[in-house]
């Protein structure tokens, strides 16, 4: 089985956001990067899965800058056979699916498999996007999948409750928690990473649609109003009267 | 601006969220001069169709051979609908069909899409819309440059304006191609059927209750002021409580009108998932849990003593509204 693994760089989930340029552009002093959680938990841990148990390949793929090459190499540490950068700034996920969508249109992958969003922008878009520019399924926030040769098994998250379904390969698939568990690359696997391919392609021309104008941070709270716990039934009123929530 | 806003239904029920979506629609419309409809799908009924109406878009355009949730078909049905009513800005609710859908509308129709947009767009020339960035810890003003404008609406985020009006029900049968899926089963999660993703009211409470067995007070609360349940992560991770109700920067991001927090200590990837919130109220043993900086309200004090007066006082408060 061939499959496709999308790869995102994302900040340390711990990582405090603050922005520069008359607050214009995300300040990456300091900032530790990570590959996006949805990207390495769940996407490239079941795509090594499904190849460990049926043979084949997976091919790691990130739209971005030589800045990317760490996070590439740290998901090849993982497991992943190898690796392709597309040189390209995105500045949309517009411009990231039409630049992998490019890519794949030259390959023969039976999966396409990507987090179900990243934790910088919180898109959700690239898969679906992919999907459409490819025109095969797209299955999102999958929490299981199997395959068997050409037909993809899955259950999606959906409003109030899981659906299992089936859908011929290829077929893009977004993947969630409850999909695979994560992986801590051992010394054999960072050691075999550094020899493992890492491509870099030239921009397929994919273009954007939508640019941001400007970032914000959320206004600071006020103080907290403390309650005494013994008078825990305050709070009920206050939530009335004067949060007027309830 | 020519709105055209896609209703999501399970079974013929329509989301609240689209209800929203409509009410976003329709001020667009209105304001802007342009015209606005509906598309939907399945089995519709009158009845829920008059009330997605009551929210300021009447032409309602469903496709009735199509029954399920297929991305790919209903990306096609979106795209046809938009295409025969000239729209300019197509919105989905940023719910899972809408995050399953929309890209895939915005691909074909070549649009430039933004999700979990916040608000309603700036009014100056260009379209401009907010979102939140960084899992709930930023926000970001995105200006979208094509003709054609896709946009999903984060739940629970606008105020929707409801009206009186009727249906006007166009049958509306778009060439969809075969279905990419095929549906097997649907597991429903059972309980009162208030969705997490579009509560007003959450009632949430993490590791401070010591295990799965005490979360009978915290479903007690939730029931009686008619609230869903969260939890955080490492009560989800260590399976106290299901997975879909974790929330937090790896969890599902919500903006209720009030969220309860018993007994979560509230890390930055905690808050980030529920820092959108209107009303915090925090319930921790610990005065230094970093969750009370965040918070509007504050009990510092023990859950278990805590949750079972709040339970009682909203018991009181209800019978006093009666």
Known sequence: ?246 | MNVLVFADNTNGTIAKAAFEAVSYGAKIASDTGGSGSIVTFGNTNSDSLNELASYGLTDIRVMPSLTNMDPMQIGSLVEAAANETGADLIIFSHDYTGKSVAPIAAAKLNAGMVSGVLDYPSTNDDFTVKKGVFSGKAFAEVKINSDKKVISLFPNSIAKTKGNAEANLIEFNAEVGAPSVIIKEFKSKGGDGILLTEAELVVSAGRGLKGPENWGMIDELAKELGAATACSRPVADIGWRPHHEHVGQTGIAIRPNLYIAAGISGAIQHLAGVNGSKVIVVINTDPEAPFFKAADYGIVGDAFEVVPKLVNAVKAFKANQA
């Open chain 1, 1 to 246: 089985m061939n499959i496709l693994v999308c790869i995102s760089k994302a900040p340390d989930t711990t990582s405090k956001i603050t922005f520069k340029d008359s607050n214009k552009t995300f300040n990456e002093d300091g900032v530790q990067f990570i590959v996006n959680p949805y990207d390495e938990w769940y996407a490239l841990v079941r795509g090594l899965e499904l190849k460990e148990a049926q043979g084949g390949k997976v091919t790691i793929i990130s739209v971005g800058g030589s800045d990317y090459e760490p996070i590439l190499r740290k998901a090849l540490a993982i497991g992943a056979d190898e690796a392709v950068r597309i040189d390209a700034s995105p500045i949309d996920s517009d411009q990231v699916a039409g630049e992998i969508s490019g890519y794949a249109k030259t390959q023969a992958f039976d999966l396409i498999l990507c987090g179900k969003e990243t934790i910088d922008y919180n898109g959700s878009n690239v898969g679906g996007m992919i999907a459409a520019h490819l025109n095969i399924p797209f299955i999102s926030n999958a929490s299981k999948l199997d395959v068997n040769v050409t037909n993809a098994h899955i259950e999606r998250d959906m409003q109030g409750g899981t659906e299992v379904l089936e859908a011929a390969t290829p077929a893009v698939i977004s993947c969630a928690k409850g999909m695979a568990e994560q992986r801590i690359p051992n010394m054999r696997g960072i050691m075999a990473a550094r020899s493992k391919p890492l491509n870099v392609l030239p921009s397929f021309g994919a273009s954007s649609n939508t640019e941001i104008v400007s970032f914000t941070l959320p206004a600071d709270k006020g103080s907290v109003k403390l309650i005494d716990p013994e008078n825990a039934e305050e709070l009920i009123n206050l939530l009335h009267t004067e949060a007027k929530v309830i």
